[in-house]
């Protein structure tokens, strides 16, 4: 374990400053709800392993918010490396984004999916459990609805997934389920994304994937920057109105606000409890729509040709977002456009990712 990013080990406890252990806060997602909490001037502890991530990550969290959070390279399965984390400083709440995320590969590597996602999260609620922080956010996914539940996605329905990543997904919420039944001293908020896109206004901080994109949006980006000639759109003969997929897309700092909310639901309640929420934007748009939406931000032609669906793939979802507004009081600010307009900015910012 290194410890050459640490900041202040300590909250100050009265002031309403928590102290918020993150866990993949170097990823995609879990980057940017660190520069809302720092922005909150809550204290930031991240937990990763650079698995999927890179380390310049700090550096841009930091111009952006002027602040360094600490940092630990430590992957989650190693119980003694996570221990002396907790042992190190006053925790107040865990946001847990840390797993393997890709669907397609969840398929070829099930077992690398189970192992890392199951048991890394075993081996925090432990830990958690052995330092009486109780307070958890978790990362979960649009992908627990399965494929047969009908739109809008509402909380209450029953969870299923196709895919191992999926099953990861559903399996951590059962057993947070049956650790709050357990143990009514956990605080558990549920957060299921559903199309996370979009990019630090910045252009400091966004969406680097490895290799060839498998989502939509960075493919997108990358053939409007010209790192890839055409767009292969996954079927146009959906029960759609354009034939082609719909998702409910929201933009990575609406998401990011989302978590603040869920975390001070968690730190106002009267009773701990376990509530799952929808972060979505309730809307659905189709590919094409993406796509004539970003070729409007860009002002770049994006060629695609319309091939056979991709397995697995659904015609159509999106959120009910009706409870995260009431009980959270929240909802996104961000548009269509304003995703597009903050991927394309950070895309010609940074053709090459965090490498550029
Ligand atoms: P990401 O891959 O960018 O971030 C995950 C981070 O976790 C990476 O920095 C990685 O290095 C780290 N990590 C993985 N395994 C680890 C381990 N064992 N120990 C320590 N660190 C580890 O992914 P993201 O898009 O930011 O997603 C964050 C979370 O949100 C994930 O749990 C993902 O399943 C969930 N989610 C993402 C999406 C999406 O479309 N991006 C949608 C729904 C849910
Ligand atoms: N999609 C596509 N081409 C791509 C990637 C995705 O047509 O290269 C479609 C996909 O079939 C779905 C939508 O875009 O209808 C969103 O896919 P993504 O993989 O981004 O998210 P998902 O909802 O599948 O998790």
Redesign the pocket.
Known sequence: MSFPFLADSTNTGTTGVKTILVTGGMGFIGSHVCVSLLEENQQVIIVDNLCNSNKKVLSRIEKITGKVPAFYSVDLMDEEALSSVFKRHNIDAVIHFAALKA?GESSQIPLSYYHNNITGSLVLFKVMEKYQVLNLVFSSSA?VYGENNPIPYAEHFPLSATSPYGRTKVMIEDILQDVFKANPKWNISLLRYF?PIGAHPSGLMGEDPNGI?????P?IAQVAVGKRDV?????GDYPTPDG????DYIHVVDLASGHSKALQKLFAAEFPSIDAYNLGAGKGYS?LD?VKAFEKSSGKDIHYVIVP??EG?IAEFYADTTKAAKELDWQVENSLDDMCRDTWNWQQKNPNGYQS
């Open positions: 669907v992908t199309n994109p498998n989502n939509l949006m493919y767009l292969s759109v996954f079927g082609t997929g719909v998702r590919v993406v669906r991709r793939d």
